[in-house]
């Protein structure tokens, strides 16, 4: 499956982002699809991950009650809701996809296919 992530852009702190991610070829619903990001400097951290039939969803610490994941399985596509956007999540955001065991959602080694990633700026 080709994943490509779209959506980002500037915004300013306690605004609001909705990326997305579309995916070719007729797989696309067997797959959990994660969302990572990485910051200048930092490694790639997890975000949130939707399992392939829409739910269980999961979520870092840090995008609880503010993002929320979601997809479209006949639109072959994942968004990411960001609401109360902070300084702190300026990254490049990237979509994946993969077949993760439980005690792996948050691990990058999990998820095989990825998009290009998109950026998300976010000004004080």
């Known amino acids: 499956v080709q994943l490509q992530a779209f959506g980002g852009g500037v915004v300013q702190a306690g605004g609001s982002l909705r990326l997305s991610c579309a995916a070719s070829?007729?797989?696309?619903?067997?797959?959990?699809m994660g969302w990572f990001r990485q910051a200048p400097g930092k490694e790639r951290e997890f975000v949130a991950a939707i399992r392939s039939g829409g739910g269980p969803t999961y979520y870092a610490d840090s995008a609880k009650s503010r993002f929320v994941v979601s997809r479209d399985n006949p639109k072959n596509t994942v968004h990411l809701q960001m609401n109360s956007l902070e300084p702190e999540d300026t990254a490049v955001y990237y979509c994946?996809?993969?077949?993760?065991?439980?005690?792996?959602?948050?691990?990058?080694?999990?998820?095989?296919?990825w998009g290009q990633g998109t950026l998300v700026t976010v000004s004080s």
């Open positions: 070829g007729r797989t696309f619903n067997s797959y959990t």
């Open positions: 994946a996809a993969g077949k993760p065991i439980l005690s792996s959602i948050a691990s990058s080694r999990a998820y095989y296919h």
